[in-house]
């Protein structure tokens, strides 16, 4: 460790000493191992209390290209992306010069030496690392050394910011549970590297970590993980879904904590499957079947895929299947960016189908909220009997994040209007399965094993009345279709609530969804600080509850932030707010990248301006 009177030094070469407050980006080759390497030094600053996030920005396509993964340390909370380093670990010679144009005045390099590019920036401290001959000395298999250097950064970077061994070796352990022998040999890497830095660097930096008061009620995990496990406890029963970046986590953390949590006590048998089909017709396909004979089904996709489930999507609308389907946003359009992150999938997935739809939307903002949201889901979806969409972003899903633990679901699980044969001889009309009998356009359903001789009805995507027969009349046609567009309108009561976060004296609203919390919590302090004071409002679910209209009405200006080209959070406010258009400012873009602070305060400030002229 590094002694308290060097600090005393470096205080007296540098104006400012800035302790545990920095984003490092780690810059290597896709494929390379370097995963471990980065989740080590992410779980350890964990480990010291010290709030974090961790963002991998990857290639698509084949191994060797390059390859990021950003750490966010802030002692106040804010785990949003910022737009510069503090801390760059280049070991990509491809990537070497780009990369160091994004490091800050008085920012750190720390490089490989077998690196032999020069450094032409006298503003910013570079550390050497003989990475390949310390992994030699160490007598590191030839096969295995390409992997191995990944820890020599870990020992050098842990040694120069004060991290303490101890918390990296307990980062380790818990990566490699079941595989000591592999901590062990990744441990003695990173002791070898930090024990040479320790002897033949000289600190010149400000950057320093120091420990803070145990995150004992947080976790680390990302939010596809969440979002199975939400699923899972609320008590899914079939999954169906087709590989696609980024969500096939989410189908495969299912795969591997269902065994676990959902065998029948009994039988010690699984109550649940898990299919994964041919391609997103099939799966979608199955989970319509699946929802339609009563089991609690869903599927996972991105938007190529939520694009080829249309079809199926429209006809669970209105023969009022119930389902839920994650789509774990990527950019679009086409193939697009598969590994970047976006909100562009918002009104595809709002009016999903051909013909008048209007789908129930879930968006969920952090890892926590994924594992409540995929719960909840399946609650509203047999409530609504119609399909729920949860949509969650790249960002959000595939990446680290910091979170209170996960509270068990607060409520029994809610199986809607359902009959069996009990109820069907008490039913107080001749039931009919698109009946609306409590006049809130909500029918009852009948599901498969019910023997009374009323129970089955025919399932319709074709005109149909009240009872499942066939029917092109056309006050028939409008009226189950108003129906349904009643039950859907009334379900935003129902729905989660946007939170809101309001500060005194505030005359501007912000309004944004999704993965963009952190930015914009971050970014709302900031114009605080400097006199701009802004209320920010964060959606939740459309469609929209009355609370938001209540927000817009609260402020003569109101700036919406998302991420994608055209708006679309914003287009679905002045659809549903016609008569406060002139209220309403979008303000929008998509690069791949999360939003960060920096921008938000950069196109407000632009804005306000322009406004005063």
């Not at 720390?110 to 000395?137: C, N, S, T």
């Not at 698109?434 to 356009?441: E, F, H, Q, S, T």
Request: hydrophobic letters at 40%; a negative charge; glycine letters at 8%.
């Amino acid at each position: 460790m590094i002694k308290e009177m060097d600090k005393e030094d470096l205080l007296e070469r540098r104006q400012e000493v800035q302790v545990n407050d920095f984003c490092m980006t780690v810059c290597t080759v896709n494929g390379s191992g370097s995963a471990t390497a980065n989740n080590t030094l992410l779980r350890a600053l964990f480990h010291m209390g010290i709030p974090v996030s961790g963002k991998n920005i990857f290639p698509s396509n084949i191994k060797g290209l390059p390859t990021w993964f950003s750490i966010r340390a802030s002692k106040d909370g804010y785990l949003g992306r910022v737009a510069h380093d503090d801390i760059i670990v280049q070991m990509n010679p491809g990537t070497f010069v780009k990369d160091l144009t994004y490091d800050v005045q008085g920012g750190v390099v720390f490089y490989g030496d077998h690196i032999k590019l020069p450094i032409d920036r006298d503003d910013i401290i570079a550390y050497p690392m003989p990475v390949k001959d310390l992994v030699k000395q160490a007598g590191v298999p030839r096969n295995l050394q390409d992997y191995m250097e990944n820890m020599v950064y870990v020992g050098v970077v842990a040694q120069m910011l004060g991290i303490g061994l101890g918390y990296i070796e307990d980062a380790l352990c818990s990566q490699f549970r079941k595989k000591t022998s592999v901590a062990e040999s990744n441990f003695a890497i990173v002791q070898l590297a930090a024990e040479w830095a320790q002897n033949n660097l000289e600190k010149k930096d400000r950057y320093w970590v120091e420990p803070m008061p145990p995150l004992e009620d947080y976790i680390m995990t990302d939010g596809n993980t969440a979002g199975a496990l939400g699923a899972i406890y609320g008590g899914f029963q079939f999954c169906a879904w087709y590989p696609i970046t980024p969500a096939s986590s989410l189908a495969e953390s299912m795969v591997t904590f269902a065994p676990r949590l959902r065998k029948n006590p009994d039988t010690k048998k699984n109550n649940f499957a898990i299919v994964q089909a041919e391609d997103e017709l099939a799966a979608i396909g199955m989970a319509v079947g699946a929802g339609w004979a009563g089991l609690r089904a869903m599927s996972s996709t991105s938007g190529p895929g939520i694009s080829l489930m249309a079809e199926y999507m429209s006809m669970a609308y209105y023969a009022e299947v119930p389902l839920v389907l994650w789509d774990v946003q990527r950019v679009g359009p086409s193939t697009g960016l598969p590994t970047r992150t976006a909100q562009g999938d918002l009104t595809l997935n709002y009016f999903l189908g051909h013909g008048d739809t209007q789908h129930i939307i879930l968006i969920p903002s952090s890892v926590n909220e994924c594992f409540e949201f995929g719960w909840k889901a399946f609650d509203l979806a047999e409530k609504f009997q119609t399909p729920i969409i949860i949509l969650s972003d790249l960002d959000l899903g595939m990446n680290l994040w910091m979170t209170k633990k996960f509270d068990y679901p607060d409520q029994p699980i809610q199986r809607g209007k359902v009959l069996w044969e009990k109820d069907l001889e008490e039913f107080p009309v001749e039931w009919g399965r698109y009946l609306d009998v409590d006049g809130d356009g909500i029918p009852y359903r009948t599901l498969m094993g019910n023997t009374h001789k009323k129970a089955p009805y025919f399932t319709r995507g074709t005109g149909h009345d009240e009872f499942g027969n066939y029917s092109e009349d056309p006050d028939i046609w409008q009226r189950m279709l108003d129906r349904i567009k009643m039950k859907i309108e009334s379900s935003k009561e129902t729905l989660p609530k946007p939170v809101v976060r309001a500060l005194p004296g505030a005359n501007i609203g912000l309004i944004a969804m999704g993965s963009t919390e952190h930015a914009l919590i971050e970014a709302q302090d900031k114009l605080n600080a400097v006199g701009i004071t802004t209320d920010f409002m964060r959606v939740r679910a459309l469609p929209f509850s009355s609370e938001v209209q209540k927000f817009i009405e609260a402020h003569q200006q109101n700036y919406v932030l998302e991420l994608n080209r055209d708006g679309q959070l914003h287009q679905l406010l002045v659809l549903h707010y016609c008569d406060m258009t002139d209220r309403l400012t979008s303000l929008s873009y998509i690069d791949g990248l999360p939003m960060t602070a920096e921008w938000i305060i950069k196109a407000v400030f632009a804005k306000e301006e322009n406004s005063n002229v």
